[in-house]
Structure formats: structure tokens, C-alpha cells
């Protein structure tokens, strides 16, 4: 009996070797945005699905964040992540979708700093235009002084002025706004400020 099992076996087998070529490796179909051109109406290159005429528009990223305070001291955060991992920022990351820009702010003090904070005003909005980014940030205070080390975050903390880790800090847009920050701590209403000059 086993005999006969190995010879069908081997026959089908042999079957299946000689029966059909070789299949080539599957590729899929290429499909969606791919062809760069400027649609009809428009006055740049964007990608274009030429099947469809789907038009796929890439926009810049917006960034909300808070400089927050402490009885005076600053609430800052040691990056967890790249980019500038081990590097000081505010809390401070992207907008998701269907979020306003305040509740942003919010949350990512909540993620990156596990702090509960109230938002008094828009600080400044920055154009990083290099990454095509809008960054919003806000002037905020702590609700209590209670905070650790969210996800993002190797460590955080309270910073009075002289001690903030100026040489170790993550991005030019901190350093503008800890400075503007410092420029209207003690103004109840001021214009919202911007990039520095170059």
C-alpha cells in the first residue's frame, strides 16, 4: 500500500512539474496619484491618477503647542523620539483630524506631559515653510503641578528662566517662542506674535 501512496505521489507531482511553465512574480497593477502635472484649472504640478483624474493635493502640516507655565516656571519636555530625540521642546505636536487647534494644544500636553492645562491665549503662529509647516502655538498654565513623563517623553519639567537647557533645545520655534513667551508673560492682551525676523 505504501508503495502505491509513493508512486501516485510521485506521479502527480511529476504531473505538477511538467504541466504548466513557470508563473511570473505577480505585480500589481499600478493605480491612484502617480503621474506629476498640472491639472486643468490649476496653476502647479500635483499628483494626478490618470485613470480617474483623481487630484492628490499635498498641504502643509499644522502643529499645535503651549508654552505653560508655573508660577512662573516653564513646563518643558525631553524628547523620547526622533527627530531631536534627547533634545528639550515644548509640548507640542500635530493636529488630527477633526480637532480644533486649542483641544490640540490640550491633548498634547496631556500625551507628552500627562499635565492638565489651561489655555489663555494664542501665543504666535509660526511658518516654517523649509517643512511646510503652520505651527500654532499658545500661551497656557498649568491646573495643578502635577506632571510626568508621557510616551514622547524621556523626562519633564519645570524650568525657572536662567535654567532653561538653552543648548539643548529641539527647535528654533522653541527658542521663539519661550522668547515671546518672556515678551508678553505679563500682558493680559497682546498681538500674537511670528517669525522673527531673519
Not at 32 to 54: A, F, K, Q
Amino acid at each position: 500500500m505504501g508503495l502505491v501512496w509513493t508512486a501516485f505521489a510521485v506521479q502527480i507531482t511529476g504531473m505538477s512539474d511538467t504541466s504548466a511553465p513557470p508563473s511570473k512574480p505577480y505585480k500589481p497593477p499600478q493605480i491612484g496619484p502617480r503621474v506629476r502635472e498640472v491639472p486643468e484649472g490649476d496653476n502647479r504640478p500635483r499628483l494626478v491618477c490618470p485613470e480617474c483624474t483623481y487630484i492628490k493635493y499635498d498641504n502643509p502640516l499644522v502643529v499645535v503647542g503651549a508654552v505653560v507655565t508655573w508660577e512662573d516656571r516653564i513646563l518643558m519636555c525631553r524628547r523620547a523620539i526622533e527627530p531631536r530625540r534627547g533634545y528639550w521642546t515644548i509640548p507640542a505636536g500635530y493636529l488630527e483630524l477633526n480637532e480644533d487647534a486649542e483641544t490640540g494644544a490640550i491633548r498634547e500636553a496631556k500625551e507628552e506631559a500627562c499635565a492638565d492645562i489651561e489655555i489663555d491665549a494664542l501665543l504666535a503662529v509660526y511658518n516654517v515653510t523649509r517643512i511646510s509647516q503652520v505651527q500654532l502655538i499658545y500661551r497656557a498654565t498649568l491646573r495643578s503641578p502635577d506632571f510626568a513623563a508621557g510616551e514622547e517623553s524621556l523626562e519633564v519639567d519645570l524650568f525657572d528662566w536662567k535654567d532653561i537647557p538653552w543648548d539643548d533645545i529641539a527647535f528654533p520655534s522653541v527658542h521663539w517662542a519661550l522668547n515671546h513667551h518672556r515678551e508678553v508673560a505679563n500682558q493680559p492682551v497682546f498681538t500674537a506674535r511670528t517669525n522673527p525676523p531673519v
